[in-house]
């Protein structure tokens, strides 16, 4: 079945770095949806993505599809402590399927 | 605010017994997904309902049943019950249909916890 990979697994990073977080799918995809989770929190949908090569800015967050859509990004510029949390992908396959979520990258961020 | 809702918060139960969590999805919504969520595994999907039929089926255990009632709340039934299945349970909803893509919107979970 279909597999979604995400990288790293886990980034602490100093207040104002940047920080990205990848993910990967086993097959092509027809859509890529993120959503963050802030500890104790509940998943809550940022974006989705459904075109070849799209690119989303939100604020300082920026969203990238690959070209093959197998793959996405996600990048923070100049981290707040407002962006500890857990960033998820999920791909959703052709046709009609459900969503696969990666594992996640859980952020901190040290002020 | 996500406006799904899930009872009960917490639970605390014990190996074999059995449990039923609910949820309630948006107003309008007609999916339900259910999810569980463990420390090393992720976010998994269980099941869906679509206007109370079964749509998808995920990494859903035997022991584990769900069903979506006319007025579209829907329940997940874990039984015979394994320390294993300590977790938290979300719920999801969308609009979605047939050949669309649609965000869910997540419920704030029930934490199950088996002693």
């Known amino acids: 079945g279909q597999q979604v990979m995400q990288i790293p697994q886990y980034q602490h990073v100093q207040e104002g770095e940047d920080f990205t977080t990848y993910c990967n799918s086993s097959?092509?995809?027809?859509?890529i949806q993120w959503y963050k989770q802030r500890p104790g929190g509940h998943p809550v949908f940022l974006i989705q993505?459904?075109?070849?090569?799209e690119v989303k800015k939100q604020k300082r967050l920026t969203f990238q599809f690959g070209e093959a859509k197998k793959n996405s990004s996600l990048h923070i510029t100049a981290t707040q402590t407002t962006d500890v949390g857990t960033y998820f992908c999920?791909?959703?396959?052709?046709?009609?399927?459900?969503?696969?979520f990666g594992k996640g990258t859980m952020l901190l961020v040290s002020p | 605010d996500s406006g799904v809702t899930q009872t009960p918060k917490h639970l605390i139960t014990a190996t074999g017994q059995r449990v039923t969590l609910r949820c309630s999805p948006r107003?309008?919504?007609?999916?339900v997904y259910w999810y569980q969520q463990s420390l090393d595994q992720g976010l998994q999907f269980l099941i869906q309902?679509?206007?109370?039929?079964?749509?998808a089926k995920g990494n859903i255990l035997e022991r584990f049943s769900a069903q979506q009632f006319p007025d579209l709340h829907s329940e997940l039934n874990l039984s015979s019950l394994e320390l294993g299945d300590s977790a938290l349970y979300f719920c999801?909803?969308?609009?979605?249909?047939?050949?669309?893509?649609?965000?869910?919107?997540f419920g704030p979970g029930t934490r199950l916890t088996v002693l």
């Open positions: 993505l459904v075109k070849s090569g």
């Open positions: 999920a791909g959703r396959g052709s046709g009609y399927s459900t969503l696969t």
């Open positions: 107003s309008g919504d007609l999916s």
């Open positions: 309902y679509y206007n109370g039929e079964e749509r």
């Open positions: 999801a909803s969308s609009g979605l249909k047939e050949g669309s893509a649609d965000t869910q919107y």
């Open positions: 097959t092509t995809l027809s859509n």
